[in-house]
C-alpha cells in the first residue's frame, strides 16, 4: 500500500509511505492511545476534501520490526477527537485535530 497524502487543511505537512500488507483492512470508529500523558479512548473517520470518510486498520509487516496495525483513512488522512463521535468532524474544531495515517502495535484496543 502506498500513502501519498498532500498538505491539505487537516494536515500541515504532506506524507509518504509505503507499507506491506498482511491482512484486509477493517473500519474502526475509536482507538485507545497514548495521548496527552494517559491512555484515552479517541474517535476516529478518514478525511478527504469532500468531509469524512470510513477509517480503517489492517496487519502490516513494519521494516523488518515484525507486526504492527497501519490506521489509515481519506485522501487528506485521519481526524481524531477525545472521547466520543463529536456532533460534527471539522478541521477547524477544537479538541480535533489530524495525523496522516497512525502505526500501532498489534495489541491496540479499537472498536
Known sequence: MYLDIPANPNLDE????????????RPLREIRL?????????????????????????????????????????SWGLRLCEG??????????PGQWGEPFLLVTPEAEWR
Open 14 to 25: 504532506p506524507a509518504m509511505a509505503t507499507f506491506k500488507e498482511e491482512g484486509p483492512a
Open 34 to 74: 497514548w495521548h496527552d500523558g494517559a491512555w484515552r479512548w479517541c474517535a476516529i473517520t478518514g478525511m478527504s476534501e469532500d468531509g469524512p470518510v470510513p477509517a480503517y486498520i489492517q496487519v502490516i509487516e513494519e521494516s523488518g520490526d515484525g507486526p504492527a496495525q497501519l490506521v489509515h483513512g481519506g
Open 84 to 93: 466520543g463521535q463529536p456532533a460534527v468532524w471539522d478541521v477547524a474544531a
